[in-house]
Each structure stands twice: as C-alpha cells, then as structure tokens.
C-alpha cells in the first residue's frame, strides 16, 4: 500500500494505471489503454509519473465531485472527483474514484480506480 | 448484428434516442445494424484500445453490450430497449449464462435478470482480474489476489486470500 498524507492505494493499482496488467487480453487492453492515455497527459512512470499520480490523488480530494458517479455501499462511500490535468501533446482530466471506509468522510480515502478523459 | 466502426460525421447522424451508448469525450464511433427494418443503433467511447463487448443473450432474445462507462441490452427481434446504465468505473467483462448476465467493472459487479431488472449488486475491494462460474458459484479473481465467491442465487458472499 502507498500512503501520502491524506490518501492510500494499494500498489497492484500502478501495475493497471501503467500497463503492466496481461492476466486475460481484456485486462491487458484497458492497462495498455490507460498507459497510453496517461502519457497522453504527460504522465509516464519512468518520469515521475507514479508521483504526478499521486500528487493528483491528493489534488483531487479537493476537485469538483461528480455528483452522478456517487454511491452508497455496505463496505461505504465511493465518490469521484475530477482533476484538469494537461500534459504538452494534449489536454484533459483525470476522474479519481475514492472509498471511504464505513462512510467516513474524516477518514483516509483509498484510491479505488481512475478514468481518464482526453480533451479534442 | 455487427459492430461497424465509424466516423463522428456518421456517427451523428443517427437520432439521438438511437445513440445507445455515448460518452463524454469520445475518440471512436461506431454503429450496429439490427437490419432494414429495426435499423441501426449508435455507440461512441473514450478508449482508444478497447472496443464493445457484444453478447447475445443464452436465449437469444437480448443484446448486450458494453464498453468504457456505459451499459445497454437490446432485444434483436422488437428493437426495443431493455437497458441503459451508466456505471461509475470501465466495463471489464460481460459473462452470459442461461438465466442471468454478470456484468464486471472496476469498482462492481452486477448480476441482471433475463428481462434487464437487476438481481444483485456489490462494490468491489479491488480492480477484478477475471469473473467465471465455478460450479454454481461466481468466483472473482482480484488484481491484489484475494478471490470472492457469490452465490448468484442467493447472494451468498464470501471472501478468501489466494495462497
């Protein structure tokens, strides 16, 4: 698991955002597709890119909520939020999907999955 | 019933209650034929590397598909459509069986009735791997390597770590 201050993921995470998952072609496709999109962004691993990542999962517990995207489980809360990220070949955002335990909003959120949009 | 890729130019011309599955942002377009006299249903998606998944029903009488966000099932001899949802993380596995569709995302999985009504839901503790049927259980294979099984019947729920 990586911790900042205010937020966690579990680092089978970065395998998937950096296109390191093959487990079954479908999986392999949608790693390799965030890979791509990531770097898109100006996101790449072997330049910082697992801190850029990080430093927007932090951003973003402060981003605009996309409201339609939240939802009430047994285990608690999942809620998205969007972060303006632009990298030199394109413009976009990244979609931060966090969980916070039993509903807690004072509780450190987990990083569950992100989506990223690139802009026209 | 096939998936024919597009441009936007085409894309936007079908109507827009015809345009099934559309995303904010989207980089590919495509179209499905259901024939001269149902015509034809539009998609658009994000993901430049992954293409829809299309899967008929067990019966036959439901086509679902799904691609990035968005869910939609549609029955090939009316037209008519049975769902649209949108999901809160990408689509990762369609699994089609005789009385029900498991439909896998990032964040979810989703078991559906025949008709399109949903039978059950959970969150997800991790990013699936891979989704089968294992006897009469669902078993869910996570990225972190702990596994679920589910009882579809019943919603049974139990969670194991691999060795």
């Given at each position: 698991?990586s ?5 966690t ?6 395998d998937?955002?950096f ?11 949608r ?8 770097q898109?962004?100006?996101?790449d691993?072997?330049y910082?890119?697992r ?6 999962f ?9 409201i339609?995207?939240?939802k ?15 990298g ?22 987990q ?10 | ?10 894309f936007?011309?079908i ?5 099934v ?18 015509g ?13 998944i299309?899967?008929f029903?067990t ?15 549609i ?21 089609i069986?005789?009385?029900?569709t498991?439909?896998l995302?990032?964040?979810?999985v989703l078991?559906?009735?025949p ?8 969150s997800?503790?991790d ?6 049927i294992i006897?009469?259980d ?7 390597g ?18």
């Amino acid at each position: 698991m990586s911790e900042g201050a205010d937020v966690t993921i579990k680092e089978s995470k970065f395998d998937y955002f950096f296109g390191r998952v093959t487990s079954n072609p479908r999986n392999a496709q949608r790693s390799l597709d965030n890979l791509e999109s990531l770097q898109k962004l100006g996101i790449d691993e072997a330049y910082g890119g697992r801190e850029r990542l990080m430093q927007i999962f932090h951003e973003g517990l402060n981003a605009h909520e996309i409201i339609e995207d939240r939802k009430i489980s047994e285990q608690g809360l999942n809620i998205s939020r969007k972060v303006e990220v632009s990298g030199e070949e394109q413009a976009g955002a990244i979609i931060v999907r966090y969980f916070y335990p039993d509903g807690n909003l004072s509780a450190t959120p987990q990083v569950i999955s992100i989506v990223a949009l690139i802009y026209k | 019933m096939k998936l024919q890729i597009v441009e936007e130019s085409e894309f936007n011309k079908i109507e827009g209650v015809r345009q099934v599955i559309v995303h904010d942002y989207s980089h590919k377009f495509a179209t499905i034929d259901f024939g001269d006299i149902l015509g034809r249903y539009g998609l658009s998606w994000r993901s430049t590397l992954v293409d829809p998944i299309v899967e008929f029903s067990t019966a036959q009488n439901t086509l679902w598909i799904g691609v990035d966000r968005q869910l939609a099932a549609i029955c090939p001899q009316s037209g008519r459509l049975r769902l649209i949802m949108p999901l809160t993380s990408n689509i990762l596995q369609l699994l089609i069986l005789d009385t029900l569709t498991v439909v896998l995302s990032e964040n979810e999985v989703l078991i559906f009735n025949p008709n399109g009504s949903i039978r059950y839901s959970k969150s997800l503790p991790d990013i699936p791997e891979e989704i089968s049927i294992i006897g009469t259980d669902l078993v869910i294979n996570l990225l972190s390597g702990d596994s679920l099984t589910i009882n579809p019947q019943t919603g049974a729920f139990k969670q194991s770590a691999l060795a």
